[in-house]
């Protein structure tokens, strides 16, 4: 959803920016993952115009920008609430009670069901794979912040630590 005129995110400081980063990588387009960094950091989600712009750029098609955005979680296709969570919920973490969690934390955070956002703007809630903390269920990711051990009882304390 696009309220005007694209404007383009690699202009100014930000095309600096990045061509200061072609110097660290063997080639330009091996800068598409930390280029995509820069475009969610500066609009928050990665849209259909902003993988066009991110493929001029990297002299890349569009077509194989895309399939890198859509293969990593870690990127949004659709704007997101202030507050990204990611849920493991591979077999291990689901043993021991993921789905809990995960209910817990769509009814503390208003989201109601997965990737919605909450309507007060604040959260997007998502299932992933193993997030590489199988001895500590249940792992979730709030933004940067990696969280161990989260119960069903612990998700209203982690909600309200959010603005
Ligand atoms: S299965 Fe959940 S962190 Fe590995």
Not at 9 to 33: D, I
Not at 96 to 101: I, M, N, P, S, Y
Not at 157 to 162: A, D, F, L, T
């Amino acid at each position: 959803m696009s309220a005007g005129p694209y404007v383009p995110v690699f202009s100014g400081p930000a095309r600096t920016r990045l061509e200061q980063l072609f110097g660290k990588y063997p080639t330009k387009q091996a800068c598409l993952l930390p280029a995509l960094w820069m475009v969610q950091e500066a609009r928050g989600w990665i849209s259909d115009q902003a993988i066009a712009e991110v493929a001029d750029v990297l002299e890349l098609t569009p077509a194989y920008v895309k399939g890198v955005v859509t293969f990593y979680t870690m990127y949004h296709t659709h704007p997101v609430g202030r507050h990204f969570v990611q849920v493991c919920t591979t077999s291990p973490c689901n043993i021991c009670g993921a789905e809990a969690v995960v209910q817990s934390l769509l009814e503390e955070t208003g989201c109601g069901e997965l990737g919605a956002t909450s309507p007060d703007g604040r959260f997007t809630v998502i299932e992933v794979e193993c997030l590489g903390a199988c001895g500590f269920p249940t792992p979730i990711l709030v933004d940067d912040d990696f969280l161990e051990d989260v119960t069903p009882e612990k998700v209203k304390g982690i909600v309200q630590r959010y603005d």
